[in-house]
């Protein structure tokens, strides 16, 4: 593939890397994508690439530990956890856990080397997704003054040696050579110079990795958590200063789209994996910005470009599309968190537990089709999945017996600090009655369960209003008091938890939680159209109360919503109707509605948008849809008249054939995403149904 390094102007000004070549067959959703890659905490990633297949992981701390898969570095799905819950050496600390994490194969043979506490170990696996072996503590060697570390790396050089990359503190870094056995052999390579007191001209000089490119060792590392990539180089590998070479900044810190970039300051990268057509890229963390830092460290692809005398430099995360590698995507969805109807043996890796967790806290096999999950001694437990959208509809439906106010069962939005929540949970109140309570810290509000003790429940997020609901059926939905702003969770980082925010299940007190499903995303719920996965052409404008338009579409832009669930034997729901509330004030255009690619994927609809006179009058239309079943990536393509601006789009939404849209129009309390000012409103428009699935 040939690469054609050209900046030109689109609509708002952004750049775009133009590349030419592409193969004919391959989907228009798959020849770009938008960052990030890997939506929630992804933290100290590293890169690996094993066959045709491509690795991540990296620091997970008090969460359990995530393998991720690709085989076109834009769609990932987590295959292992390889450090188990139940490891007794795991802790149960924010900010604790397993810090680093790289998965290579070496020895024929899967590793995995991370830390713990300060100390390195590894763990093993005849394949990625296990089973992994327990953790091997590896032996500090003594030609070292100092402990291997954290947030280490490993590098396999072209002679099959190789070698921990080694961080520990701020003036100590090194490169320790293994055995087969995955223990240091004695030689090491002490880089004592690179950041020494006391002015530790490098700050941290941590999360170092090495790679190796025409000859040359290059030797990467970030400053510290705030930013700051450098890279270094020497034709061999030694601890000798003056054979290496400084070249400064790693990413293009000059581009000029940098100051509004929603990722800036990027840092802890991934080493450099070159694809078989020569180019080469790296995967790498990056915070947002302001009132979304609380989403972790996200994780970000960036190609990467030498210039001719060797110095790599990778392109700066701004706010464009970008040119994807040429790779097919093997069927893998967008990395978001999917649908689970717990009919498994084993929990989905997706799922994370909160610290040390003994095995027999959860089952999925003592009651087929549901999964148990036990309280920890005095402390609740937890499994959840990345919260990494700023859009999504949390279903569950759940069987619990409060015995009394300390047992409390359902959903959770956990800060990274696990020191602020959101939950929406089963229990009973102080008076003994069994109730559904919503809560946000110490605000709540409560109502009778008058249900039993099986009951569905549902959180929709839209940005940072969080509504709550509850249902005896999964269809007739009651709203549960007002919706919180939840914002302090949102924009909440520290560097002592180093943690993302979490959603999922959990459980406190004394009984067991049984859950039978789970649904990331409902196409029955409204869908934000501000807020694709993936997208391209489009942005997002300022509309009103909290909510943006998904604008600037033209002729073949499309935007992607992932992890749609449609319904199947478990969850007994198919869609008939599509609802998309648009605006136009030029002639308007078609929306063709794909599932899992566009052209090479299944259109199902395409909805007609007709001109409404003016930008701000929004009408809902709608079309038929074919056919669906199960869970799909859902992308968009907007279809119309040449370098004319189409329409704008608020909602997307899917409607049974049961579902009345007189019924439908409930605005939920307090919600102020849901409002549009009346004027605005044309006869026709329907906010969507709330009061009903």
């Keep these: 593939m040939k690469l054609i390094n050209q900046k030109i102007l689109k609509n708002i000004g952004y750049i775009l890397l133009i590349v030419t070549n592409y193969l004919t067959a391959q989907s228009p959703s798959f020849k770009t994508y938008t960052n990030p890659v890997i939506p929630g905490d992804h933290p100290d990633a590293t890169l690996t690439r094993i066959g045709n297949f491509y690795y991540t992981t990296g620091s997970s701390f008090n969460i359990t530990p995530v393998i991720y898969r690709s085989t076109d570095l834009v769609h990932w799905e987590a295959v292992a956890q390889p450090v188990k819950a139940s490891w007794p050496e795991y802790g149960d600390t924010p900010g604790g856990g397993c810090w680093g994490g790289q998965v290579v194969y070496h020895h024929n043979k899967y590793w995995h080397f991370f830390s713990r506490a300060n100390t390195m170990y590894y763990t093993t696996a005849d394949k990625p997704e296990g089973v992994w072996s327990n953790p091997v503590k590896i032996k500090n060697p003594v030609q070292l003054s100092y402990g291997l570390g954290y947030d280490n790396s490993i590098f396999i050089d072209d002679d099959g040696k190789w070698y921990l990359v080694v961080k520990n503190g701020r003036p100590n870094n090194g490169i320790v050579e293994l055995d087969e056995n995955g223990q240091p052999t004695g030689v090491v390579y002490d880089l004592k110079w690179l950041n020494p007191p006391p002015s530790h001209d490098y700050s941290w000089a941590e999360g170092p990795v090495m790679w ?40 293009n810190i000059h581009d000029p789209l940098k100051p509004g970039s929603r990722f800036t300051e990027p840092n802890h990268s991934s080493a450099v994996v070159m694809l078989d057509d020569s180019t080469h890229w790296v995967i790498h963390p990056l915070y947002a910005k302001g009132e979304w830092k609380g989403q972790g460290r996200q994780g970000l692809l960036n190609q990467v470009f030498y210039d001719i005398n060797g110095k790599p430099t990778g392109i700066y995360p701004v706010n464009t599309h970008f040119i994807a590698p040429e790779l097919p995507s093997n069927g893998i969805p967008w ?195 501000e807020c694709p996965a993936n997208q391209y052409g489009t942005s997002s404008t300022f509309f009103s109360n909290d909510i943006n338009l998904l604008d600037s579409i033209h002729n073949n832009d499309w935007a992607l919503y992932a992890g749609v669930e449609f319904g199947n034997n478990e969850y007994l729901k198919s869609p008939k109707v599509i609802e998309i509330t648009a605006s136009s004030a030029n002639t308007g255009g078609i929306v063709e509605v794909w599932l899992d690619s566009i052209n090479t994927g299944t259109k199902i609809a395409e909805c007609i948008i007709s001109g409404t006179g003016n930008w701000k009058n929004f009408k809902t239309f709608t079309a038929k849809v074919a056919p669906v079943e199960g869970r799909h990536d859902l992308y968009l393509k907007f279809k119309g008249k040449e370098k004319e601006l189409l329409y704008k789009l608020t909602w997307i939404k899917f409607l049974t054939l049961s579902d009345n849209k007189k019924n439908l129009h409930t605005n939920i309390t307090g919600a102020l995403p849901f409002h549009v000012p009346e004027n605005n409103i044309n006869s026709n428009y329907s906010l969507g149904a709330l009061g009903k699935s």
């Design 212 to 251: 190796k490119y025409k000859g040359y060792y290059y030797y990467s590392f970030a400053r510290d958590l705030s930013g700051g990539q450098k890279v270094m180089r020497s034709k061999i590998i030694t601890d000798d200063k003056s054979h290496w070479e400084m070249l400064g900044d790693f990413f």
């Design 335 to 529: 990395m978001v968190p999917k649908s689970d109807f717990f009919n498994t043996e084993r929990l989905n890796p997706e799922w994370s537990f909160l610290g040390y967790t003994p095995d027999d806290r959860c089952s999925l096999t003592d009651r087929p089709g549901w999964l148990r999950l036990s309280p920890k001694m005095n402390k609740m437990n937890t499994v959840t999945k990345n919260d990494g959208e700023h859009n999504y509809s949390l279903i569950i439906n759940m069987e619990f017996d409060a015995i009394s106010a300390r047992d409390e069962a359902g959903l959770i939005i956990l800060r990274g600090d696990e020191k602020m929540s959101v939950k929406l949970a089963s229990t009973r109140n102080e008076n003994g009655q069994k109730i559904i309570r919503f809560s946000f810290d110490t605000r709540k509000y409560e109502t009778i369960n008058n249900i039993g003790n099986t009951v569905w429940l549902k959180i929709i997020r839209i940005n940072h209003a969080v509504n709550g609901f509850y249902s005896s059926n999964g269809v007739d939905w009651i709203q549960i008091g007002e919706s919180f702003n939840i914002s302090e969770i949102d924009s909440y980082s520290d560097f002592v938890s180093f943690t993302g925010t979490r959603q999922g299940l959990f459980v406190e007190g004394s009984n067991n939680a049984f859950y039978n499903l789970y649904i990331y995303r409902d196409a029955y719920s409204p869908i934000l159209a």
